[in-house]
């Protein structure tokens, strides 16, 4: 049973910075993918950027320009740098991994980011 560890939930100013961690364990083998969502009150879940193993990563066009994924292979810990955040980027971020190429995506529990002044 895979097992996450996320960073806690801020508040943050527009135009400030926060990076994301999550943790994932309870597995013997490296996860084939890791990456991030997000959703905001009612809305949908949005696809925020994605890091597999080994490939190069790729993040939402809509988001790139201000948050970057970076990945610990070693340790299956997955980040999220984010940049220059707006209000409209308030929402839970929810981690997830695949464990292999096609499975179903597990998902962490997530955590609220809140950008306001």
């Known amino acids: 049973q895979v097992q996450f560890e996320e960073s806690e939930g801020e508040l943050v100013q527009p135009g400030g910075s926060l990076r994301l961690s999550c943790a994932a364990s309870?597995?013997?083998?490296?996860?084939?993918?890791m990456g991030w969502y997000r959703q905001a009150p009612g809305k949908q879940r949005e696809f925020v950027a994605r890091a597999p193993l080994d490939e190069d990563t790729y993040s939402s066009p809509f988001m790139k320009d201000r948050f970057t994924i970076s990945r610990d292979n070693a340790g299956n810990t997955v980040y999220l740098q984010m940049d220059s955040l707006k209000p409209d980027d308030t929402a839970v971020y929810l981690c997830?991994?695949?464990?292999?190429?096609?499975?179903?995506?597990?998902w962490g529990q997530g955590t609220q980011v809140t950008v306001s002044s």
């Open positions: 309870g597995s013997s083998f490296t996860f084939y993918e």
């Open positions: 997830y991994v695949q464990p292999r190429y096609g499975a179903s995506l597990i």
